[in-house]
């Protein structure tokens, strides 16, 4: 039965994601059980191919959305146990109002066991540090598409520094960024796909234990 609800995610069909986990409750499955064995060995298949020439950005969104639907099945009243491996706040920069690679990131982030506060799009940087500063976050995660938000990008650490939040890490990805270094945005990672971001991300709470 888990292999059937995997090959639903990765095929990206929520109904039948939704249908399978509806199962798998009904036959006793611990709600744990299911995230371990179904959810996060499809989100690990689904990031191999991102490394590889089979990536496919269709096919992540259609995954991405039956994780959720899943998610939303198993914690209908969002009543999910508070993640453990910390809280990441992501935002598009003020000027862009693109979204698609943030509902990305963030439905990665969701399926691997991160509290994911999102500011939306068109988000000034004002309010992206302070809503870091009052979740207590691990780090912001900025995105954009169009390159001129990067001098708002530029911004986020000074002030992040001047409000004493230097443990707070900044993360960028994007169509505007990837052709940018860590050292040229000022941030302390940039992404080529959610995934490098769920890595970097990873790496990070390894080294805080």
Do not use: W
Not at 154 to 182: D, H, W, Y
Request: hydrophobic share 45%; with cysteine; charged share 25%.
């Amino acid at each position: 039965m888990m292999d059937s609800l995997q090959k639903a995610l990765l095929n990206g069909d929520q109904d039948l994601a939704v249908a399978e986990v509806k199962i798998l409750l009904n036959m006793g499955i611990r709600r744990q059980r299911i995230i371990i064995e179904a959810i996060e060995k499809a989100m690990g298949r689904l990031d191999v191919k991102c490394t590889v020439e089979a990536f496919n950005l269709l096919e992540i969104m259609l995954c991405g959305r039956a994780v959720m639907g899943v998610i939303r099945e198993l914690y209908p009243n969002g009543s999910a146990p508070r993640p453990t491996k910390g809280t990441v706040v992501i935002g598009t920069l003020e000027g862009d109002v693109h979204d698609l690679g943030k509902n990305i990131l963030k439905m990665v982030l969701v399926a691997r066991g991160y509290k994911v506060i999102d500011c939306g799009r068109d988000c000034s940087v004002e309010r992206l540090i302070d809503t870091a500063e009052q979740e207590g976050a691990l780090a912001v995660g900025i995105s954009a598409l169009i390159t001129t938000v990067m001098p708002q990008a530029r911004r986020i650490r000074p002030m992040v520094e001047e409000r004493g939040l230097k443990n707070v890490k900044i993360m960028a990805g994007g169509g505007a960024f990837k052709q940018t270094s860590a050292a040229g945005l000022n941030v302390d990672f940039v992404a080529q796909t959610s995934f490098d971001g769920l890595h970097y991300l990873d790496r990070l709470v390894e080294n805080r234990q």
